[in-house]
């Protein structure tokens, strides 16, 4: 059911109320929030999504094993990608400017991989560069180039977490720090990264929450977005 209020229309499926006009307020779709919910909670969110904007992705996030697996049962036109815990539904947008995804080592690459894909599903070309992180720093240092010519890039770490600083001090892009709960030891299952991020030395790092690639994904297409819009 479709129901209208004084500023927006939602669709109630019992366990959620669908905000149907976020696309319009803000230029993209409510995204699914899969933690917490049951397998069929998330396909039929999607589903319902994807029936209010047929002509773009819409888009899952944190979807565990048995929702994904019902999800390629259930839409079997779904894009599923197992390693970032993501499931999309409809045609990605043309995109609109490049966001270098950068992570510094492959146990990042779930969080590097959600990002991705949340870039594309956002509108922007996401550019995705693994296991370049400062333990080896000629491996940054050859794709520079590369990074730098992107609209906006995110630098995602764990450890000590120093990547972004690093690439603050290469280029001038507008730079997305997101710390990992990776690491040896008591990492403070990331807080130790985020703390770093926070007191990068490297001008222009702005930092999110914990593992949070998702939301470094919407902050960063908007900003190539707008980049190539300008």
Known sequence: MVTTGVTAATADLGFARLDLDRAARTGDPEVVFGAGKTPEQITAALARLHEAHPGRAVL???VGEQARALCRERLPEAGVDDAG???TLGPVPAPRGRVAVVCAGTSDLP??????????VFGAEPDLVVDVGVAGLHRL???????AGADAVVAIAGMEAALPT???GLCGTPLIAVPTSVGYGWHLDGLTAFLTMLNSCAPGVVTVNIDNGFGAGVAAARV???SVAS
């Open 60 to 62: 899952a996030t944190r």
């Open 85 to 87: 815990r993501t499931v």
């Open 111 to 120: 969080v590097a991989r959600e990002c991705a894909t949340t870039v594309a």
């Open 141 to 147: 240092l050859a794709e520079r180039d590369r990074i």
């Open 166 to 168: 690093v690439l603050g």
């Open 224 to 226: 190539a977005r707008q």
